[in-house]
């Protein structure tokens, strides 16, 4: 199966943790920064880990994410720090 590629602007993530919790902590420090979609959970493997998955929408952001993101553009074209 072939993934699609998200929107221009957005990001599709996806977080793995042991616990759920650990997973929705994580989710819920992303949507404070940034527009998403609703989560989607699964689980991650038979020893109990759990998967979540959303669409990060970076057009959106919120500071201080809005910041890091102006800034990390204009440090060059490719997007490695110097």
């Known amino acids: 199966m072939q993934q699609e590629t998200p929107p221009d602007g957005h990001a599709d993530v996806r977080i793995v943790a042991a616990s759920p919790e650990v997973a929705r902590r994580v989710a819920e420090v992303l949507r404070h920064c940034f527009a998403t979609t609703e989560q989607r959970s699964y689980p991650a493997d038979a020893d109990g880990g759990t998967r979540l998955e959303l669409i990060v929408d970076t057009t959106s952001a919120a500071e201080p994410a809005r910041s890091w993101l102006q800034t990390s553009r ?6 490695r720090r110097k």
């Open 74 to 79: 204009s440090s060059g074209k490719d997007g």
